[in-house]
């Protein structure tokens, strides 16, 4: 199907059925909810802290565990692996698990699983800070590949086949390729390119395919990783679906990867507590998917199509990239990303208009914006966002500023010892200016995207210190810097030896 429109008349009244007869952990959650229940075992809430507290108990008191909610202790009805075997079929996965610490824990168990101590991996440089901490746990040393922007766009694009190929050849015992898919700012590399070059090297192709849980059911979309010819890619069903906070998860083929390690890593790093509604909201969104998704899809591209043309015709000067600007299958339809530079409005002030509207936006910096709309938005919501961000906008316009790319986008550091020795060697503390020529002991991150600005074990720069200290003037969040001031840096005591 492409993306002929649909209109957004109501469900047919198939597809208004409830899912939970389909997904069985969202159906022992509708379960337990309606059972009531006097558990003696944790947590400790007892569905009753609202005798204690009425707010405590509206906090904790919905709140219904894996073991002992959703199933028995002993997990003998299987919901769980009955639930991941499901969404293994949908996603065509050999292997699949859910995760409740986000698509952080799912990216820490795929490293953990991909090699260890000393290993090299060919990674992308635009990768999410949770990827630094799978680095420093399982010890990976990262080669990373050059960074690419869309000249016209300038948005971020991942790595050519042609510049992964040469990256592998100069890391011969490299383990596996990382790359993060869609980027944040909604393009999508040739992944199955990517595929076909790693495995020509024998190597896997991972995919931090976190903004993308909804790719792959609608052929307006682009495919997701696993069809498109990765090894595992790690989903993060609370972004892009309806699904709680922190819900993830990884899903992988055998060949280039083995299940038992893959399964011992995930282990690894999970909580023994899973919380039940994550799990069940886990299973629900892919029911939904498999029920409903080409639908709610198309109608997720046309409510963001009409939200691009509305307020690129409100808006002199904005930057509304949709698909049509990208190759086929090189750009989410859903992604809503607004580039501010060509209207001279800035993007934190316009942010706070939103969010005096009730409407929080997913990152603002001062030249680019991104509205998460998903397939729980309806034309009403899209609607008042439009509104809001068309007339503060407006409001704020001036003249056009040059449009530059991301800092986020276009880092090439020097690494200098791996994330892991880094992590644990001594470090000490420098002013900002004499930290160029040092080594980082600190990961820095402009929140959101995300992306660490600075790792630990790369060498600081000059330029480096510049755009982190402008990023923060301009309005951005610096995150995990242990001078939130930026005026001093964490760096290695001594020079790597
Ligand atoms: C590309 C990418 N990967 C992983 C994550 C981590 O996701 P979570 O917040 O679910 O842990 C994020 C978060 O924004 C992300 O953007």
Request: glycine letters at 10%; a neutral charge.
């Amino acid at each position: 199907m492409g993306l002929g429109r649909l209109g957004f008349s109501s469900l047919p009244p198939q597809e208004a059925r409830p899912l939970a007869p389909d997904a069985p952990l969202l159906e022992a959650f509708v379960a337990a909810t309606r059972r009531g229940r006097t558990p003696f075992s944790v947590p400790g809430h007892k569905h009753r802290a609202r005798a204690l507290d009425a707010d405590l108990g509206l906090a904790a008191d919905p709140d219904i565990p894996l073991y002992g909610g959703l199933d028995a202790m002993k997990l003998t009805g299987g919901n769980l692996a009955k639930a991941e075997a499901l969404a293994a079929r949908l996603w065509q996965a050999d292997w699949c698990r859910f995760g409740v610490g986000g698509a952080t824990q799912a990216n820490q168990a795929l490293l953990l699983a991909a090699g260890g101590h000393g290993d090299q991996i060919v990674m992308a440089r635009s990768v999410h800070r949770s990827v630094f901490s799978g680095l420093v746990l399982a010890g990976l040393r990262p080669v990373w590949l050059p960074a690419r922007t869309d000249p016209v766009s300038l948005l971020p694009l991942g790595p050519t086949p042609g510049q992964l190929a040469a990256a592998l050849d100069a890391a011969p015992g490299a383990v596996a390729v990382w790359i993060t898919e869609p980027s944040y700012l909604g393009t999508v590399a040739d992944v199955g390119a990517l595929a076909e070059v790693a495995h020509a090297r024998g190597v896997p192709l991972l995919v931090d395919q976190a903004w993308g849980a909804h790719l792959g059911f609608h052929s307006g979309y682009p495919p997701h990783a696993l069809a498109a010819g990765a090894d595992a890619m790690v989903i993060s069903a609370h972004k892009m679906l309806p699904a709680y906070s922190q819900a993830a998860l990884v899903l992988a083929r055998e060949g280039y990867l083995s299940p038992g390690r893959l399964e011992t890593a995930f282990d690894a790093t999970s909580t023994t507590s899973p919380a039940g509604a994550i799990l069940a909201s886990t299973d629900g969104a892919r029911a939904l998917l498999a029920a409903r998704g080409p639908r709610l899809l198309q109608r997720l591209a046309d409510l963001v199509a009409d939200a691009r043309r509305t307020l690129a015709e409100a808006c002199p000067g904005l930057a509304a990239p949709g698909p049509g600007d990208f190759p086929p299958g090189r750009f989410d339809p859903a992604k809503l990303v607004l580039g501010l530079a060509g209207t001279g409005a800035d993007g934190t002030v316009v942010e706070l208009a939103a969010q005096a509207a009730g409407m929080p936006l997913e990152m603002a910096d001062r030249d680019t914006i991104v509205a998460t709309v998903t397939v729980a938005d309806t034309p009403a919501t899209v609607g008042r966002l439009t509104d809001v961000l068309g007339r503060a906008i407006a409001a704020g316009s001036g003249p056009a500023r040059p449009a530059l790319a991301g800092v986020s986008w276009t880092l090439a550091p020097e690494q200098a010892t791996d994330p892991r020795t880094a992590f644990f060697a001594p470090w000490t503390t420098v002013p900002a200016d004499r930290a160029p020529g040092h080594v980082g002991a600190e990961l820095i991150a402009a929140y959101p995207p995300g992306v660490p600005i600075l790792g630990p074990g790369e060498l600081i720069t000059a330029d480096l210190v510049a755009a982190l200290h402008r990023q923060a003037a301009e309005g951005s969040r610096i995150a995990y810097s242990a001078d939130p001031s930026l005026r001093t840096f964490r760096v290695l005591a001594s020079p790597p030896g």
